[in-house]
Each structure stands twice: as structure tokens, then as C-alpha cells.
């Protein structure tokens, strides 16, 4: 996790979605789960001992909230924390019922995954999309 930069051309993947009993696959080009547009994506601004994404970088634009492992430990404890206040549910609104048909699913700022893996879980006819700034 230095702080260099580094340039790279975005990562081609041929993303292919194939609907199992109870689950989604997805197969691509280079056999991974996951895919960055580019490897600067893990240059990360090192600051008072903690990294934090370089989205934007300078005085006005700059990510404030660390993405080191201290935070992930936080988010999932935050995450358990909210278990622990709604009775063990991901949410109150209806997709979270254990009966409801949910087709799609997109997560936006997933943080560690942890809500979105235990909701697919949950949801095994759900196809589950997490999205964040930090891998």
C-alpha cells in the first residue's frame, strides 16, 4: 500500500452471467470475481499512519474516511451492530423479508461486502451488485 501511482489500461473482462439453482456465477476472461477498471485504483494517500483513497486528491475534493484494515474492522462491527438492533435483519424495508423475490440487488458504497455477501445469502435468487471507491 505505497503511495505511488501507477497508469494502466483498463482491465478488459468479458463478463458472462449464468443463473444456477439458487445462485449466480459470473465467469470472465481472467477468472476472477471481481474486476478494476485500473490499477492506479490502489494508489492510496498515506496519511497520520492510515491510507485513504485518492478519488479526487486535494484540498477541497479529497476522500476523508480511511480505507485501511482499522476501518473494515469498524464497518463490520458497525455492520453486526445494526444485526443486533433490527433483530438480526439486513432492513426493515420489504426486499429485506426473508419471503420476498428479489431480483436485483445494487449496493452502493459496500464498504467490506459483509451486507451485500449476507444478503445474496439470504437471497439466493438475488443477483447482488456491491459498488465502492476502495477494493
Not at 6 to 33: C, E, F, M
Not at 58 to 83: C, K, M, T, W
Not at 116 to 132: M, Q, R, T
Request: hydrophobic residues 35%; charged residues 20%; contains cysteine.
Amino acid at each position: 500500500m505505497s503511495g505511488n501511482t501507477t497508469s494502466a489500461a483498463p482491465a478488459a473482462a468479458d463478463l458472462t452471467t449464468v443463473k444456477g439453482p439458487g445462485h449466480i456465477i459470473q465467469q470472465d476472461s481472467i477468472a476472477s470475481s471481481s474486476t478494476s477498471i485500473t490499477s492506479s485504483i490502489l494508489g492510496y494517500r498515506l496519511e497520520n499512519g492510515r491510507t485513504y483513497h485518492k478519488y479526487k486528491d486535494g484540498p477541497v475534493a479529497e476522500y476523508h474516511i480511511p480505507n485501511d484494515a482499522s476501518e473494515s474492522d469498524r464497518l463490520d462491527l458497525q455492520h453486526n451492530l445494526f444485526l443486533l438492533t433490527l433483530d438480526n435483519k439486513l432492513g426493515l424495508a420489504p426486499p429485506n423479508a426473508p419471503n420476498s423475490k428479489v431480483k436485483r440487488v445494487l449496493d452502493v458504497c459496500t464498504g467490506t461486502g459483509i451486507w451485500a455477501v449476507d444478503f445474496g445469502e439470504e437471497h439466493p435468487e438475488a443477483e447482488v451488485l456491491g459498488i465502492d471507491l476502495s477494493p
